[in-house]
């Protein structure tokens, strides 16, 4: 097989940024001209994150092939560039669905199945699998949780056995841990590492490298007593200290030489010279970006940030490439009305309302659409925002006060929004959901090919319901553009509109295509008109 295997390991305490790690580590090897693949194994049961609480868990993340993950994904995909699939997401859940299947189909011939070497050889089958879909030079496996716990305990089992079965040259481990530092003793502290290895050591997985987060900078006589206690070379011990600048870890483990051991212990000659430039002037930019810019985000979810992660992440970006800091203001949308609606905004020179499911909170969230269209105030709605924007305009322009949506309303005689009989839901996994991407034909005389200057695009989807054709005509006759729209299922993709400085919403999540390097181009739209509007004021 010519594909390798690193796989990262988390000990000591959870929350120590292992998939930034792990994607760091992505980056760098990519950047040495290497094709590399992300893949997380979750220990949850839940067969996917899609029916989590995003109070609980943060946001579901969708990849091209519309599967539903963990957000450690887009993680992976915002560092790496790289569009990731279904074999990247694999957590116990799935694991147990496929092997009692096969158990119920009669495939295991009426052997007793068990933990080892059923569940454990269908785990590594994963990793087969992911080499195979991404014919990647380097696989990058987290494993979620941290070592100890007893759920993770299949999954490391599964990778140690993967270094017999795809030896020791084509295989890598890295354990990432927390070096606690005691501010009162002004001492970094090694034992939590050193127990945390002995634990792995124990399951029979010794690490070849160990990534210490540390607080403040690790010493050569730290490294080197890690380096002592948990068998490893001196060279392999890497420090990855705090950053203000999340992207400054890529060029922080690479003046550690990371990249040149691992492609030592891997054998492989580098295709090209290590190239960091365009991470340096992305950096220099956001060191550069004095100016603020606060944009109000109205949703449901808005206790727990990480709930729109990825919302988050594609402003950031777009600020960025414009010098600007976006500070976001969010706003729970439960406690929004159409009389504090001005007050709450206050500041916000932008207003995005992201996606969402349910009934509650959909009138604060109507109420801030509307402010933002009667003020000015540049807009942009994503998927239930978009579904919402409709249902404002059609109740408060088009004077159909009972305006709502099926999701709502089952049996409302004003259905805006409803479910599309001709989609086709089973195309893509996961259930009856419109997941993954989908094209959208876009109209030449709009904002939204002002933005993307093209007039075919693929963007990733995940929702139920659609915009209903019924009304299309009439909401033309009030102004509404429906600029995009896919032209295989006749569905609408984009609406806007024209008479105002900047409002538009998709039905599609385009925050999932947004990068670092390459900002998504309504993101970057949108920024760019709250920005104006603060330098018109
Ligand atoms: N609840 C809406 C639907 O299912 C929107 C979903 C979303 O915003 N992701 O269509």
Redesign the pocket.
């Known amino acids: 097989m010519k594909t390798k295997f690193i796989f990262v390991t988390g000990g000591v305490v959870s929350s120590l940024g292992k998939g930034i790690m792990a994607s760091t580590i992505g980056q760098l090897l990519k950047s040495r001209g290497l094709k590399v693949f992300m893949q997380k194994f979750d220990p949850y049961i839940n067969v996917d994150p899609g029916t989590l609480s995003p109070f609980q868990h943060g946001e579901v993340f969708v990849t091209d092939d519309g599967c539903e993950t963990d957000l450690d994904l887009g993680h992976y995909e915002r560092f790496i560039d790289e569009n990731l699939s279904k074999e990247s997401s694999v957590t116990t859940g799935k694991i147990y669905q496929a092997v009692i299947d096969k158990e119920r189909k009669g495939d295991y011939l009426g052997a007793t199945i068990q933990v080892i070497p059923h569940i454990t050889n269908e785990i590594k089958d994963r990793l087969k699998a992911v080499a195979k879909a991404s014919n990647a030079d380097v696989v990058i496996t987290e494993i979620g949780g941290t070592v100890g716990d007893i759920e993770s305990l299949p999954f490391l089992e599964a990778i140690r056995q993967a270094r017999r079965d795809f030896g020791q040259k084509n295989t890598l481990y890295i354990h990432t841990t927390l070096l606690p530092y005691l501010k009162a003793a002004k001492e970094i502290k090694t034992k939590p590492t050193q127990h945390s290895v002995k634990e792995l050591r124990s399951l029979g997985i010794s690490p070849d490298m160990i990534v210490l987060r540390s607080e403040v900078p690790v010493s050569k006589s730290i490294k080197e007593k890690i380096a002592l206690f948990c068998d490893v070379e001196s060279t392999h011990v890497f420090e990855s200290v705090d950053v203000d600048i999340l992207y400054k870890a890529i060029l922080n483990l690479h003046k550690q030489d990371i990249d040149e051991w691992i492609l030592k212990h891997f054998e492989i000659e580098p295709s090209k010279p290590m190239d960091l430039s365009p991470w340096e002037s992305l950096i220099k930019s956001i060191e550069e970006s004095k100016k603020e810019i606060q944009i109000g985000l109205v949703g449901k979810y808005v206790s727990l940030h990480d709930a729109y992660l990825s919302v988050v992440e594609a402003l950031k970006h777009a600020g960025y490439h414009q010098g600007l800091q976006v500070n976001i203001k969010f706003l729970n949308a439960e406690k929004i009305t159409e009389d504090n609606v001005e007050k709450a905004l206050d500041g916000c020179k932008g207003l995005i309302v ?5 009934e509650r909170a959909t009138d604060g969230k109507i109420a801030a659409i509307k402010y933002a269209r009667t003020h000015n105030l540049p807009f942009f709605g ?6 919402l924007a409709a249902i404002e305009f059609a109740r408060n322009v088009m004077g159909i006060g009972l305006a709502t ?1 099926t ?1 709502i309303d089952p049996n409302t005689k004003y259905p805006i ?1 409803d479910i599309m009989t001709n989609q086709d839901l089973t195309k893509n996994l996961g259930g009856t ?2 997941l993954g991407l989908y094209d959208c034909e876009i109209e030449s005389e709009s904002l939204a090919y002002s933005l993307y200057q093209t007039t075919s695009i693929k963007e990733r ?6 915009f209903n054709n019924f009304y299309k005509e009439a909401f033309l006759s009030y102004g509404m553009k429906l600029s995009g729209v896919n032209k295989k299922e006749n569905l609408v993709e984009i609406i806007e509109l024209p008479n105002h400085p900047f409002f538009i919403a998709c ?1 599609f ?1 385009p925050e999932f295509l947004s990068r670092p390097l390459r900002p998504h181009p309504i993101f970057k739209g949108f920024i760019e008109a709250a920005h104006n509007n603060q330098t018109n004021e």
Not at 382 to 387: D, K
Not at 461 to 466: F, I
């Open positions: 992201p996606g969402g499911f349910g994503i998927c239930y925002g978009m579904q949506t999701e929004i959901q419109r989807h995940r929702h139920r319901y659609e039905q999540h």
